[in-house]
């Protein structure tokens, strides 16, 4: 595998993000949550979800943000895997845009759901793994979750599901950046050992960096008859200096002068 | 017999929910790609005989109703006709958020079967009852919302929805047996109003089993020489405008009568269209006045709400002094 490639995607997908953020302005993005996931999408996109001819669109395996306020990530990789346009993707939070703050459901331009909710794409992907499966198609399932995400009870009821119908074609990814809207996951809500609590509601558990492409890689080939969670431990800001585990960086305006800083810092990598 | 009066009298016999897992039967049949998700509801619905006899077309979910419209979603999206079920406060209000982004939003289509709406439940407490199911849904855009007011009126719904671009949600009301309203077929279409009795000076709009009631009353009045028009509006939303507007335009008087909370539902449709039509008719509106009782059995509870025959011929009485 190509991690070199992955690397060079990664560090592209965080300048894309720093320049819809800069380009959103007064509007302001959540740039923290989403420079976190990078290397998780990435590492996914670049070697373990394919996108099949249009006409056979429906075998294409499927990926949910279903922490939606990422969203930047994964309007970045669909710019750069060609699924968007540049014009479309620095419409980001302009008006009659397709690319509002939080992702709205564009089949073909790779967003399988409208998110932005927390707690609502996990069940999302249980049934389209259920479907899936009806179905005989050997496509998988990826749903993207946050930590904070975890602090809603409808994620719990998903992950109480999934295990009881076998759905091994289903893979949750936590991104675990310890922190949420308003400060860290111990003052809001401590959720403490996710991989335990995963782990007795029967899911296949790998934890990993979320940062580390060869780990991510690793975690995702490893083949389960459960369902898998990769608790994915990273840096909530990652890449950006003045951003990392800073979480006034949640949502926030990127002025000119900090993403010039910004791009200089991430060009002398 | 003919064979629609024998089907009005089998789901007269057994009630809504029952004809709810008897329909079901009869659709899937005709759709292999037909599933249903219950909350651990399967025997209320109905289903049991549909979860041993069609076992790959039937998902437990668990007591989850968030995570049941999720599912369903997921499901639909890929290519699957889909119907969800549980008792109508876990049906609509637990997961409405999901109902509001998934079906709304998204547009996703499954039919959602609302068991036991209304005051039906009453022994059980306000939990168990449900008066703001409608008033809830209502304020969500691209869902159909029907109340039939009979096993035969479910039928035509549950068949409906096919062909409908929405999600809709089916409430169900009434107990067992369920008093019959219709005697022979009709035309259905969602949207539709459907007269039930013709009549003069007052209308009454009504929708669901409270119709019984109605019809009832309307025994009642007869005693009286006092004739209303009853309208069946299964359909609450989407609602033919113009045909609400020509009942009102043509009566002195109309009344609203449901088994929901006067704010919200039927009642509130029916004022909107009288407002936005300039219709200058008076509207009483019969239903529950935005309170929670102390609870009782279902008749108490509609002497109580006052949407009873009794007390609803007696409102008529007085309003025609």
């Known amino acids: 595998m190509d991690i070199n490639h992955i690397k060079i995607l990664s560090k592209n997908v965080r300048k894309n993000i720093l320049k819809a953020s800069l380009e959103a302005g007064s509007a302001s993005a959540h740039i923290g949550g989403a420079l976190s996931s990078v290397e998780i999408l990435s590492t996914l996109y670049s070697e373990f979800i394919s996108f099949p001819e249009k006409k056979n669109w429906h075998d294409r395996d499927r990926f949910i943000l279903s922490k939606g306020h990422a969203c930047l990530v994964l309007y970045s990789i669909l710019l750069e895997k060609k699924l968007i346009t540049k014009k479309e993707f620095l419409s980001f939070e302009k008006n009659n845009s397709i690319l509002p703050g939080h ?27 259920v479907a899936l499966k009806k179905k005989q198609k050997s496509n998988k399932v990826y749903v993207l979750i946050g930590d904070g995400e975890c602090n809603e009870g409808s994620v719990w009821e998903a992950a109480l599901l999934a295990p009881n119908l076998q759905l091994n074609n289903l893979t949750c990814i936590i991104d675990k950046n310890n922190f949420q809207q308003t400060g860290s996951n111990k003052e809001i809500l401590d959720i403490n050992d996710l991989a335990s609590k995963w782990k007795s509601f029967n899911w296949h558990v790998e934890e990993v960096s979320g940062h580390e492409i060869n780990e991510l890689i690793e975690a995702f080939k490893v083949v389960t008859d459960k369902p898998k969670l990769i608790v994915a431990k990273t840096i909530k800001g990652k890449g950006l200096v003045f951003a990392e585990n800073n979480n006034e960086w949640h949502h926030k305006i990127l002025t000119k002068k900090l993403y010039d800083e910004a791009i200089k810092n991430l060009n002398n990598e | ?77 890929d290519g699957f006709q889909v119907f969800t079920s549980s008792f109508s406060p876990f049906q609509t209000l637990r997961c409405l958020e999901q109902i509001k982004v998934n079906l709304g939003y998204m547009k996703i289509k499954i039919c959602m079967v609302g068991l036991a709406s209304g005051l039906v439940l009453g022994n059980l407490g306000y939990t168990h009852c449900s008066i703001e199911d409608i008033g809830a849904l209502r304020s969500i855009p691209n869902l159909n919302i029907l109340s039939p007011c009979d096993g035969l009126e479910l039928e035509k719904c549950m068949y409906s929805f096919k062909s409908s671009n929405n999600s809709t949600y089916i409430r169900l009301t009434g107990g067992s047996p369920l008093k019959k309203i219709y005697t022979k077929n009709y035309k259905f279409k969602i949207g539709e109003p459907v007269k039930v009795k013709d009549g003069k000076k007052v209308v009454i709009f009504s929708s669901g089993a409270i119709i019984s009631e109605v019809m009832s009353a309307v025994e009642l009045l007869k005693l009286k020489n ?17 045909k609400i507007s020509y009942f009102l335009k043509k009566n002195k008087f109309a009344l609203t009568i449901e088994e929901h909370n006067i704010i919200g539902g039927l009642g509130s449709a029916i004022s909107e269209i009288a407002a936005e039509t300039g219709v200058s008719t008076k509207i009483f509106k019969l239903g529950v ?33």
């Open chain 1, 103 to 129: 992702p709205v459901m564009n089949k073909f331009k790779g967003i399988e759901f409208s998110n932005g909710s927390l707690g609502l794409g996990l069940s999302l992907g249980i049934g389209t793994a």
């Open chain 2, 1 to 77: 017999m003919s064979k629609i009066i024998k089907k009005i009298n089998f789901y007269s016999g057994i009630g809504m929910r029952a004809s709810f897992g008897m329909i079901m039967l009869d659709l899937v049949k005709k759709n292999k790609n037909l599933i249903v998700l219950t909350s651990d509801v399967s025997t209320s619905a109905g289903l049991d005989r549909f979860k041993s006899q069609h076992k790959n077309n039937y998902l437990e979910i668990g007591i989850s109703e968030q995570n049941m419209i999720g599912v369903a979603a997921g499901l639909s999206n």
């Open chain 2, 289 to 321: 006045h935005d309170r929670y009782t102390k609870s009782g059995d279902y008749q108490y509870l509609k002497k109580i709400h006052g949407i009873d025959a009794k007390s609803i011929s007696n409102k008529i009485n007085s309003i025609l002094k």
């Open chain 2, 226 to 242: 006092i004739s209303p028009t009853v309208i069946n509006v299964h359909s609450i939303k989407p609602i033919n405008k113009k």
